[in-house]
């Protein structure tokens, strides 16, 4: 629901699995068990887990109001309710959210989500600041928002929405290609849009201005090397990489930089874009010349004419067995799992499948997970989140688990 136009219009497809491995291959095996901890239910649409550098974690729900989980417990008021500025159902809504590098002492935190400028007319997507209040660390000011960057959204669904801090400390914006299916204003391969990328602001600096930008300029900085920056006009300087079809979630590894990008499939293909730290941007990923490694014929965009340069992804699935969506997560650098360090988590929104993959010298390996729940329900995998320490979290909908091992230790040990 959240992340691909229709169900209905999957069509039965020739299958095979080119990719997908149980470990062989390996000199040692990965594990594939993980039990999930509910730590927290009740919640409504949840998109994001966020941490802010402490103990508590950051619940945003697609209506627009961002909750904290401290101390166990879900806190009664909510850190933020913009759900006054906002139009959400479908893929719309509060979509993304991330706090600042320095958000200890500047008390900054960002959020990406979609509203008509005009009740029932121009969808837009919006990423603004804002401030924690000046009384209370676990209540925002609903009054602090700064307004950095809009751009329109010519459909309902594929408005990407993850936000992401780089290594770099550049934020980092996931946009989809604006919707309907096969991207029928072929945005994704065009450069003078902000559809179908991932962008890279500076939100500490304006130099470099903004150029596809329909709010107030001034309010960011585009950073020196954004591959396509050229001026006002030609290419968004905004633009980081592009080729891209719904990139609902995106992370770093927190300790190598490495970005991973899940970007979310039509009828085909989902697909996991790998891009290592230090690399100079600028990579074209493929959408809608392909949907993942297989040519797409439907609607393809005139600029795949040109046989442009693309990168493959460093993995792929297709839909059967129920998969229709995927949910990218995490690389887990945690203390508490053992066997984990280093893999990247992920999961299909559909199957409420989930896998690891882990970088070899060779083919990724990719290893399914068997998950036990301490209680509740693995429904539709929205999202996954990190605390502080690394741990890792998983959200559907309506509840929030931790990745535990499969085992814990007893009480006392
Ligand atoms: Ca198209
Ligand atoms: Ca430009
Ligand atoms: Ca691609």
Not at 339 to 364: H, K, N, V
Request: aromatic content about 10%.
């Amino acid at each position: 629901m959240l992340t691909r136009f229709s169900i209905a219009a999957v069509v039965v497809l020739s299958v095979f699995l080119p990719f997908v491995s149980s470990g062989t291959g390996s000199d040692s095996t990965p594990p594939t068990q993980v039990r999930l901890t509910q730590i927290q239910a009740g919640f409504s649409a949840i998109t994001d887990l966020q941490h802010a550098g402490d103990a508590r974690l950051f619940v945003a729900q697609q209506g627009g109001l961002i909750h904290i989980i401290k101390n166990g417990s879900t806190l009664g008021t909510p850190f933020l309710d913009i759900s006054g500025r906002l139009v959400h159902g479908g893929e719309r809504g509060l979509l993304g959210l991330a706090f600042h590098p320095q958000y200890a002492s500047n008390g900054y935190f960002y959020v990406n989500y979609t509203y008509e400028v005009t009740p029932g007319g121009q969808l837009r997507s919006r990423v603004s600041r804002f401030s924690v209040s000046a009384g209370n660390a676990d209540v925002a000011d609903a009054g602090s928002e700064l307004i950095l960057l809009e751009f329109n959204q010519p459909f309902t669904n594929h408005n990407g929405g993850a936000l992401q801090f780089g290594p770099d400390g550049y934020l980092y914006i996931a946009s989809g290609d604006g919707g309907d299916s096969y991207d029928p204003q072929e945005n994704s391969q065009n450069t003078a849009n902000l559809l179908g990328k991932v962008l890279r602001i500076d939100v500490n600096s304006t130099a470099g201005g903004s150029s596809c930008n329909l709010a107030a300029n001034g309010r960011y900085g585009i950073p020196a090397g954004n591959p396509l920056a050229d001026g006002a006009g030609g290419a968004c300087d905004e633009i980081w990489a592009y080729g891209l079809r719904n990139p609902w979630r995106i992370s770093f590894d927190r300790q190598t930089g490495d970005l991973w990008i899940a970007d979310v499939g039509q009828a085909a293909r989902e697909e996991i874009d790998f891009q290592a730290a230090g690399s100079a941007g600028g990579q074209n990923y493929g959408w809608d010349c392909f949907e993942g490694t297989v040519v797409n014929n439907m609607d393809r965009s005139p600029l795949c004419a040109n046989n442009p340069p693309v990168v493959a992804p460093v993995h792929e699935y297709d839909h059967a067995g129920g998969k229709c969506s995927i949910t990218g997560g995490y690389v887990y650098r945690g203390p508490a799992l053992d066997g984990y360090t280093g893999a990247y988590f992920f999961a299909d929104y559909c199957s409420d499948e989930m896998w690891t993959l882990r970088r070899t010298g060779g083919a990724p390996i990719v290893t399914k997970l068997t998950v036990t729940l301490s209680a509740g329900v693995l429904n539709n995998i929205r999202s996954f989140g990190q605390d502080a320490t690394g741990e890792l979290y998983v959200a559907t909908g309506t509840a929030v688990f931790r990745v535990d091992d499969p085992s814990p230790a007893p009480a006392g040990t």
